[in-house]
Protein backbone atom coordinates (compact mmCIF):
# COMPACT_ATOMS: atom_id res chain seq x y z
CA UNK A 1 0.00 0.00 0.00
CA UNK A 2 1.13 3.47 -0.83
CA UNK A 3 1.55 5.71 2.17
CA UNK A 4 0.53 9.77 1.62
CA UNK A 5 1.77 12.71 4.46
CA UNK A 6 -0.40 15.75 5.28
CA UNK A 7 1.75 17.90 6.11
CA UNK A 8 1.81 21.99 7.27
CA UNK A 9 -1.10 21.42 9.33
CA UNK A 10 -1.91 24.87 11.45
CA UNK A 11 -3.56 22.86 13.92
CA UNK A 12 -4.46 18.75 13.96
CA UNK A 13 -7.17 17.88 16.57
CA UNK A 14 -6.26 13.87 17.10
CA UNK A 15 -9.09 13.85 20.32
CA UNK A 16 -6.05 11.88 21.94
CA UNK A 17 -4.46 13.82 24.91
CA UNK A 18 -1.00 11.78 24.91
CA UNK A 19 -0.80 12.70 21.02
CA UNK A 20 -0.61 16.24 21.49
CA UNK A 21 -1.11 18.84 23.87
CA UNK A 22 -2.57 16.44 26.91
CA UNK A 23 -5.81 18.13 26.65
CA UNK A 24 -8.75 16.24 25.67
CA UNK A 25 -8.45 17.37 21.67
CA UNK A 26 -4.64 16.31 21.55
CA UNK A 27 -3.64 19.08 19.36
CA UNK A 28 -0.44 19.05 17.72
CA UNK A 29 0.74 22.59 16.46
CA UNK A 30 2.19 22.61 12.80
CA UNK A 31 1.42 18.91 12.06
CA UNK A 32 1.63 16.08 9.92
CA UNK A 33 -0.59 12.80 9.26
CA UNK A 34 0.93 9.75 7.53
CA UNK A 35 -1.78 7.72 6.09
CA UNK A 36 -1.42 4.23 4.39
CA UNK A 37 -4.27 2.48 2.65
CA UNK A 38 -7.53 3.32 5.16
CA UNK A 39 -5.26 4.11 8.36
CA UNK A 40 -3.68 6.54 9.92
CA UNK A 41 -0.21 4.96 10.60
CA UNK A 42 1.78 7.97 12.40
CA UNK A 43 0.86 11.83 13.49
CA UNK A 44 3.44 14.59 14.83
CA UNK A 45 5.16 17.86 14.16
CA UNK A 46 5.69 18.21 10.69
CA UNK A 47 9.07 18.66 10.50
CA UNK A 48 9.75 14.73 12.11
CA UNK A 49 7.19 13.54 9.31
CA UNK A 50 8.79 10.09 7.96
CA UNK A 51 9.49 9.91 4.17
CA UNK A 52 6.24 8.48 2.10
CA UNK A 53 5.35 7.82 -1.03
CA UNK A 54 2.90 10.61 -1.89
CA UNK A 55 2.58 14.47 0.12
CA UNK A 56 -0.20 16.94 0.42
CA UNK A 57 0.65 20.48 1.44
CA UNK A 58 -2.34 21.56 4.11
CA UNK A 59 -0.84 24.93 3.46
CA UNK A 60 -1.58 26.29 7.30
CA UNK A 61 -5.26 24.82 7.13
CA UNK A 62 -6.37 22.86 10.30
CA UNK A 63 -7.12 19.16 10.03
CA UNK A 64 -9.57 17.41 12.32
CA UNK A 65 -11.64 14.00 12.45
CA UNK A 66 -14.54 13.21 10.31
CA UNK A 67 -17.81 14.17 12.61
CA UNK A 68 -19.48 11.11 13.56
CA UNK A 69 -23.20 11.75 13.20
CA UNK A 70 -24.35 9.09 15.82
CA UNK A 71 -28.37 9.76 15.07
CA UNK A 72 -30.34 10.43 11.58
CA UNK A 73 -33.32 9.43 10.17
CA UNK A 74 -32.31 9.44 5.97
CA UNK A 75 -34.96 6.28 5.19
CA UNK A 76 -37.77 8.50 4.03
CA UNK A 77 -39.74 9.82 1.44
CA UNK A 78 -41.60 13.22 1.18
CA UNK A 79 -41.54 17.00 1.97
CA UNK A 80 -42.87 18.71 5.31
CA UNK A 81 -42.15 22.14 4.29
CA UNK A 82 -45.54 23.12 5.21
CA UNK A 83 -45.51 21.66 8.69
CA UNK A 84 -42.25 23.48 9.38
CA UNK A 85 -44.06 26.79 8.15
CA UNK A 86 -46.83 26.42 9.90
CA UNK A 87 -44.81 25.63 12.95
CA UNK A 88 -42.81 28.50 12.39
CA UNK A 89 -45.89 30.90 12.53
CA UNK A 90 -46.88 29.35 15.86
CA UNK A 91 -48.37 25.69 16.32
CA UNK A 92 -46.89 23.42 18.48
CA UNK A 93 -44.38 20.58 17.56
CA UNK A 94 -45.94 17.00 18.08
CA UNK A 95 -44.73 13.90 16.94
CA UNK A 96 -48.07 13.62 15.18
CA UNK A 97 -46.55 14.60 11.98
CA UNK A 98 -44.40 11.46 11.85
CA UNK A 99 -47.45 10.09 10.13
CA UNK A 100 -47.22 12.22 7.46
CA UNK A 101 -44.01 11.02 6.39
CA UNK A 102 -44.44 7.34 6.49
CA UNK A 103 -47.45 7.49 4.29
CA UNK A 104 -45.11 9.05 1.85
CA UNK A 105 -42.81 6.53 2.29
CA UNK A 106 -44.55 3.48 2.29
CA UNK A 107 -45.47 4.74 -1.14
CA UNK A 108 -41.96 5.45 -2.44
CA UNK A 109 -40.36 2.94 -4.69
CA UNK A 110 -37.25 1.35 -3.17
CA UNK A 111 -34.77 3.33 -6.11
CA UNK A 112 -36.38 6.49 -4.61
CA UNK A 113 -35.61 5.81 -1.18
CA UNK A 114 -31.74 4.47 -1.84
CA UNK A 115 -31.71 7.74 -3.87
CA UNK A 116 -32.51 9.62 -1.24
CA UNK A 117 -29.92 8.43 0.99
CA UNK A 118 -27.49 8.63 -1.00
CA UNK A 119 -28.47 12.64 -1.61
CA UNK A 120 -28.44 13.21 1.91
CA UNK A 121 -25.32 11.30 2.72
CA UNK A 122 -23.40 12.91 0.17
CA UNK A 123 -24.51 16.18 1.41
CA UNK A 124 -23.41 15.35 4.56
CA UNK A 125 -19.89 14.24 3.64
CA UNK A 126 -19.64 17.75 1.32
CA UNK A 127 -19.68 18.66 5.07
CA UNK A 128 -16.70 16.80 6.83
CA UNK A 129 -19.62 13.61 7.60
CA UNK A 130 -17.22 10.44 7.62
CA UNK A 131 -19.52 7.77 9.51
CA UNK A 132 -23.37 8.13 9.90
CA UNK A 133 -26.18 6.18 12.00
CA UNK A 134 -29.49 6.19 10.42
CA UNK A 135 -32.43 4.54 11.33
CA UNK A 136 -35.99 3.09 9.97
CA UNK A 137 -39.14 4.33 11.61
CA UNK A 138 -41.16 5.55 8.62
CA UNK A 139 -42.29 2.32 7.49
CA UNK A 140 -43.87 0.73 10.38
CA UNK A 141 -44.98 -2.17 9.02
CA UNK A 142 -43.08 -5.69 8.52
CA UNK A 143 -42.46 -5.05 4.91
CA UNK A 144 -41.62 -1.19 4.85
CA UNK A 145 -39.39 -1.52 8.18
CA UNK A 146 -37.57 -4.65 6.66
CA UNK A 147 -37.30 -2.86 3.40
CA UNK A 148 -35.85 0.49 4.82
CA UNK A 149 -33.26 -1.19 6.97
CA UNK A 150 -32.09 -3.65 3.78
CA UNK A 151 -31.53 -0.07 2.09
CA UNK A 152 -29.43 1.51 4.47
CA UNK A 153 -27.75 -1.36 4.88
CA UNK A 154 -26.09 -0.55 1.82
CA UNK A 155 -24.97 3.03 2.51
CA UNK A 156 -24.24 2.66 6.13
CA UNK A 157 -22.55 -0.25 8.73
CA UNK A 158 -24.47 1.64 11.65
CA UNK A 159 -28.15 0.32 11.35
CA UNK A 160 -30.69 0.82 13.77
CA UNK A 161 -34.29 -0.71 13.86
CA UNK A 162 -36.88 2.04 14.96
CA UNK A 163 -40.14 -0.11 14.36
CA UNK A 164 -41.20 1.87 17.42
CA UNK A 165 -41.07 5.28 16.29
CA UNK A 166 -44.61 5.86 16.49
CA UNK A 167 -47.35 3.11 16.75
CA UNK A 168 -48.47 2.53 13.25
CA UNK A 169 -51.98 4.25 12.58
CA UNK A 170 -53.11 0.61 11.39
CA UNK A 171 -52.89 -0.18 15.34
CA UNK A 172 -54.48 3.24 16.23
CA UNK A 173 -56.93 1.80 18.31
CA UNK A 174 -54.40 -1.19 19.67
CA UNK A 175 -50.96 -0.10 21.14
CA UNK A 176 -50.36 -3.49 22.63
CA UNK A 177 -51.03 -5.45 19.50
CA UNK A 178 -48.55 -2.58 18.03
CA UNK A 179 -45.85 -3.68 20.34
CA UNK A 180 -46.36 -7.22 19.54
CA UNK A 181 -45.93 -6.65 16.14
CA UNK A 182 -42.42 -4.58 16.29
CA UNK A 183 -41.20 -7.27 19.17
CA UNK A 184 -42.45 -10.76 17.31
CA UNK A 185 -42.68 -10.43 13.13
CA UNK A 186 -41.31 -6.75 12.51
CA UNK A 187 -38.31 -7.81 14.79
CA UNK A 188 -37.16 -10.78 13.13
CA UNK A 189 -37.44 -9.71 9.58
CA UNK A 190 -35.45 -6.39 10.55
CA UNK A 191 -32.78 -7.93 13.14
CA UNK A 192 -30.57 -9.06 10.07
CA UNK A 193 -29.99 -6.00 8.75
CA UNK A 194 -29.54 -4.03 12.08
CA UNK A 195 -26.69 -3.41 14.44
CA UNK A 196 -28.78 -1.35 16.78
CA UNK A 197 -32.79 -1.27 18.12
CA UNK A 198 -33.88 2.26 18.91
CA UNK A 199 -37.69 3.35 20.81
CA UNK A 200 -39.24 6.92 20.83
CA UNK A 201 -40.11 7.07 24.47
CA UNK A 202 -41.80 9.44 25.13
CA UNK A 203 -45.75 10.35 25.81
CA UNK A 204 -47.58 10.10 22.98
CA UNK A 205 -45.10 7.49 21.43
CA UNK A 206 -44.25 4.50 23.99
CA UNK A 207 -43.64 4.55 27.66
CA UNK A 208 -41.83 3.11 29.67
CA UNK A 209 -43.37 -0.49 30.18
CA UNK A 210 -43.67 -0.19 26.28
CA UNK A 211 -40.15 0.52 25.41
CA UNK A 212 -38.66 -1.66 27.71
CA UNK A 213 -40.20 -4.50 26.38
CA UNK A 214 -39.05 -3.73 22.91
CA UNK A 215 -35.27 -2.87 23.68
CA UNK A 216 -35.03 -6.39 25.63
CA UNK A 217 -36.92 -7.90 22.48
CA UNK A 218 -34.23 -6.46 20.59
CA UNK A 219 -31.29 -7.01 22.71
CA UNK A 220 -32.33 -11.35 22.80
CA UNK A 221 -31.85 -10.99 18.98
CA UNK A 222 -28.56 -9.44 19.35
CA UNK A 223 -28.99 -5.54 18.53
CA UNK A 224 -28.08 -3.45 20.94
CA UNK A 225 -30.46 -0.68 22.74
CA UNK A 226 -30.21 3.09 21.84
CA UNK A 227 -33.47 5.78 23.09
CA UNK A 228 -35.04 8.40 22.10
CA UNK A 229 -35.76 10.13 25.56
CA UNK A 230 -36.41 12.87 27.98
CA UNK A 231 -37.48 15.00 24.50
CA UNK A 232 -40.71 16.40 24.95
CA UNK A 233 -40.88 16.40 28.91
CA UNK A 234 -39.41 14.34 31.44
CA UNK A 235 -39.91 11.07 31.12
CA UNK A 236 -38.56 7.26 31.99
CA UNK A 237 -36.54 6.97 28.97
CA UNK A 238 -32.92 7.90 29.92
CA UNK A 239 -33.21 5.89 33.02
CA UNK A 240 -34.38 3.36 31.09
CA UNK A 241 -31.36 3.44 28.75
CA UNK A 242 -28.88 3.27 31.58
CA UNK A 243 -30.67 0.26 33.07
CA UNK A 244 -30.19 -1.54 29.70
CA UNK A 245 -26.89 -0.23 29.02
CA UNK A 246 -27.84 1.36 25.93
CA UNK A 247 -25.32 3.07 23.87
CA UNK A 248 -26.86 6.94 23.78
CA UNK A 249 -29.56 8.23 25.15
CA UNK A 250 -30.37 10.75 22.74
CA UNK A 251 -31.72 14.35 22.99
CA UNK A 252 -31.95 14.55 26.58
CA UNK A 253 -33.50 17.54 26.90
CA UNK A 254 -35.63 17.10 29.75
CA UNK A 255 -33.04 16.00 32.55
CA UNK A 256 -34.19 15.36 37.15
CA UNK A 257 -30.66 15.33 38.66
CA UNK A 258 -31.11 12.12 39.10
CA UNK A 259 -30.90 11.45 35.03
CA UNK A 260 -27.65 13.44 35.07
CA UNK A 261 -26.17 11.48 37.84
CA UNK A 262 -27.48 8.34 35.86
CA UNK A 263 -25.81 9.07 33.07
CA UNK A 264 -22.39 10.28 34.47
CA UNK A 265 -22.23 6.92 36.29
CA UNK A 266 -22.65 4.90 33.22
CA UNK A 267 -21.13 4.48 29.80
CA UNK A 268 -24.41 5.57 28.12
CA UNK A 269 -23.94 8.65 25.92
CA UNK A 270 -25.90 11.73 26.24
CA UNK A 271 -26.91 12.88 22.74
CA UNK A 272 -27.60 16.28 21.42
CA UNK A 273 -29.36 16.98 18.86
CA UNK A 274 -29.66 20.65 18.87
CA UNK A 275 -31.07 20.48 15.36
CA UNK A 276 -34.37 19.77 16.86
CA UNK A 277 -34.31 22.20 19.14
CA UNK A 278 -33.82 25.22 16.29
CA UNK A 279 -36.54 23.43 14.42
CA UNK A 280 -39.47 23.55 16.69
CA UNK A 281 -37.76 26.76 18.71
CA UNK A 282 -37.92 23.96 21.85
CA UNK A 283 -36.21 24.09 25.05
CA UNK A 284 -32.81 23.60 24.33
CA UNK A 285 -30.64 21.00 26.25
CA UNK A 286 -28.42 22.11 29.49
CA UNK A 287 -24.78 20.71 28.08
CA UNK A 288 -23.14 22.56 30.55
CA UNK A 289 -25.00 20.92 33.22
CA UNK A 290 -24.40 17.20 31.71
CA UNK A 291 -20.65 17.92 31.05
CA UNK A 292 -19.73 19.23 35.04
CA UNK A 293 -22.04 16.26 36.01
CA UNK A 294 -19.00 14.02 34.21
CA UNK A 295 -21.55 12.32 31.46
CA UNK A 296 -20.28 11.43 27.99
CA UNK A 297 -21.85 14.37 25.38
CA UNK A 298 -22.40 13.29 21.55
CA UNK A 299 -23.73 16.08 19.25
CA UNK A 300 -25.49 14.48 16.04
CA UNK A 301 -27.95 16.16 13.49
CA UNK A 302 -31.05 13.96 14.23
CA UNK A 303 -31.59 14.73 10.10
CA UNK A 304 -35.15 13.77 9.36
CA UNK A 305 -37.88 15.25 7.76
CA UNK A 306 -39.73 16.99 10.16
CA UNK A 307 -37.92 18.45 13.36
CA UNK A 308 -34.28 18.33 12.20
CA UNK A 309 -34.05 18.56 8.55
CA UNK A 310 -30.35 19.70 8.42
CA UNK A 311 -27.21 17.29 7.60
CA UNK A 312 -24.56 19.90 8.68
CA UNK A 313 -22.52 18.67 12.03
CA UNK A 314 -20.47 22.11 11.87
CA UNK A 315 -23.66 24.11 12.59
CA UNK A 316 -25.15 22.02 15.38
CA UNK A 317 -21.58 22.55 17.06
CA UNK A 318 -22.24 26.18 16.36
CA UNK A 319 -25.94 26.04 17.96
CA UNK A 320 -24.21 23.76 20.55
CA UNK A 321 -21.42 26.55 21.70
CA UNK A 322 -23.80 29.33 21.28
CA UNK A 323 -27.19 28.10 23.08
CA UNK A 324 -25.96 24.94 25.03
CA UNK A 325 -23.34 26.28 26.90
CA UNK A 326 -20.44 24.20 25.61
CA UNK A 327 -17.12 25.58 24.65
CA UNK A 328 -15.58 25.38 20.74
CA UNK A 329 -13.61 22.58 22.02
CA UNK A 330 -16.46 20.22 23.86
CA UNK A 331 -18.65 20.80 20.54
CA UNK A 332 -16.05 19.31 18.18
CA UNK A 333 -15.16 16.38 20.67
CA UNK A 334 -19.11 15.91 20.98
CA UNK A 335 -18.97 16.08 17.32
CA UNK A 336 -16.40 13.76 16.71
CA UNK A 337 -15.06 11.07 19.52
CA UNK A 338 -18.70 12.00 21.34
CA UNK A 339 -20.48 10.26 17.80
CA UNK A 340 -17.91 7.52 18.09
CA UNK A 341 -18.85 6.28 21.84
CA UNK A 342 -22.55 6.85 21.36
CA UNK A 343 -21.37 4.21 18.58
CA UNK A 344 -19.31 2.07 20.62
CA UNK A 345 -16.63 2.40 17.96
CA UNK A 346 -12.81 3.11 18.82
CA UNK A 347 -11.58 3.55 15.11
CA UNK A 348 -13.25 6.64 14.19
CA UNK A 349 -13.68 10.09 15.96
CA UNK A 350 -9.79 10.32 16.31
CA UNK A 351 -6.69 10.99 14.36
CA UNK A 352 -3.70 8.38 15.63
CA UNK A 353 -2.03 5.00 14.94
CA UNK A 354 -4.55 2.63 13.72
CA UNK A 355 -7.43 4.74 13.23
CA UNK A 356 -9.54 4.78 10.53
CA UNK A 357 -8.41 7.67 7.97
CA UNK A 358 -11.15 10.03 8.05
CA UNK A 359 -10.50 13.85 8.56
CA UNK A 360 -11.64 16.59 7.82
CA UNK A 361 -9.09 19.88 6.19
CA UNK A 362 -11.04 23.14 6.83
CA UNK A 363 -10.46 26.74 5.37
CA UNK A 364 -9.46 27.74 8.78
CA UNK A 365 -6.02 27.89 10.73
CA UNK A 366 -8.29 26.14 14.13
CA UNK A 367 -11.27 23.88 14.85
CA UNK A 368 -12.69 27.44 16.79
CA UNK A 369 -13.94 28.94 13.30
CA UNK A 370 -16.66 26.13 12.94
CA UNK A 371 -18.21 28.04 15.78
CA UNK A 372 -16.82 31.32 15.57
CA UNK A 373 -17.68 31.20 11.24
CA UNK A 374 -21.04 29.69 11.72
CA UNK A 375 -23.09 29.18 8.22
CA UNK A 376 -19.43 29.24 6.48
CA UNK A 377 -18.33 26.55 4.38
CA UNK A 378 -15.39 25.92 6.34
CA UNK A 379 -14.56 22.19 4.93
CA UNK A 380 -11.75 22.19 2.26
CA UNK A 381 -11.82 18.49 1.54
CA UNK A 382 -12.96 15.41 2.87
CA UNK A 383 -10.65 11.97 3.35
CA UNK A 384 -12.56 8.99 3.85
CA UNK A 385 -11.15 5.48 4.55
CA UNK A 386 -8.30 7.90 2.89
CA UNK A 387 -9.48 8.47 0.11
CA UNK A 388 -9.50 12.17 -0.87
CA UNK A 389 -12.60 13.84 -1.76
CA UNK A 390 -14.04 16.84 -2.48
CA UNK A 391 -10.97 19.07 -2.44
CA UNK A 392 -12.57 22.79 -3.38
CA UNK A 393 -10.58 24.98 -5.58
CA UNK A 394 -9.38 28.73 -5.20
CA UNK A 395 -9.00 31.78 -7.31
Not at 45 to 54: F, I, L, Q, V
Not at 313 to 325: E, H, N, Q, T, Y
Request: aromatic content about 6%; proline content about 5%.
Amino acid sequence: MTTTAITHIAALVTNDPSLGDNSPLGLIQDAAVVIEGDRVVWTGESSKAPATDNAVDAAGRAVIPGFVDSHSHLLFAGDRTQEFNARMSGRAYTAGGIRTTVAATRAATDEELSANVARYLAEALRQGTTTFETKSGYGLTVQDEARALRIAARHTDEVTFLGAHIVSPDYADDPAGYVDLVTGPMLDACAPYARWIDVFCEKGAFDGDQARAVLTAGRAKGLHPRVHANQLGHGPGVQLAVELDAASADHCTHLTDADIDALAQSATVATLLPGAEFSTRATWPDARRILDAGATVALSTDCNPGSSFTSSMPFCIALAVRDMGMTPDEALWSATAGGAAALRRTDIGRIGPGARADLVVLDAPSHVHLAYRPGVPLVHEVWRRGERTGARKHG
